[in-house]
Antibody, heavy 114, light 112 residues
């Protein structure tokens, strides 16, 4: 059974940083693109970033370019999202997902507020 | 970026009756490989989204056959043949033909 478990969310001040992690099991992690998707409270879904199987290609939505860095550790079956220079509008539940996206984690809430 | 416009944003439904949601794209979603990467998701309150349909009309495993997808090019539709109580939630269309992948705004079904 596929499991994706996000962690690392929390309350941070504008301009601050957070690092999200997503532990994956039951899935051939090192052979799959992976994705972060976010959802602001009461709002719709927004694709944030994609990363290729070996990490050699990464794509970001314009609103996070230069501030967020997606990475992966295939030996640990773990996905990461380093978020710097956080803004109030980055407040959202962040989900990691497999291709499709078929499988989703339960999400981790990031709140950016002073 | 490709904009997906769903309509209606709120859909009053009658249990046991059909329902239909439209998703219109600002550009053709036909990929260079000939596939059209348009999917539909369902999201229940407090839960992660669940994919129902991929590549316009293919149902995911475990999805009831009352859900169907259709369309081509820029116009797509999700249909529920007979709405059940557990279907009265939010639905999103999504394209991953062209980066950045984008979602529609969501359509909330409500009991009439």
């Amino acid at each position: 059974e596929v499991h994706l478990v996000e962690s690392g969310g929390g309350l941070v001040q504008p301009g601050g940083s957070l690092r999200l992690s997503c532990a994956v099991s039951g899935f051939t992690f090192d052979k799959s693109w992976m994705t972060w998707v976010r959802q602001a409270p009461g709002k719709g879904l927004e694709w944030v970033a994609n990363i290729k199987e070996d990490g050699s290609e990464i794509y970001y939505v314009d609103s996070v370019k230069g501030r967020f860095t997606m990475s992966r550790d295939n030996a640990k079956n773990t996905l990461y999202l380093q978020m710097n220079s956080l803004r109030v509008e980055d407040t959202a539940v962040y989900y990691c997902t497999t291709p499709g996206p078929i499988y989703w984690g339960q999400g981790t809430l990031v709140t950016v507020s002073s | 970026d490709i904009v997906l416009t769903q309509s209606p944003l709120s859909l009053p439904v009658t249990l046991g009756q059909p329902a239909s949601i439209s998703c219109k794209s600002s550009q053709s979603l036909v990929s260079s490989d000939g596939n059209t990467y348009l999917s539909w998701f369902q999201q229940r309150p407090g839960q992660s989204p669940r994919r129902l349909i991929y590549k316009i009309s293919n149902r995911d495993s475990g999805v009831p056959d009352r859900f169907s997808g259709s369309g081509s090019g820029t116009d797509f539709t999700l249909k529920i043949s007979r709405v059940e109580p557990e279907d009265v939630v939010i639905y999103y269309c999504m394209q991953d033909t062209k980066w950045p992948n984008t979602f529609g705004q969501g359509t909330k079904l409500e009991i009439k």
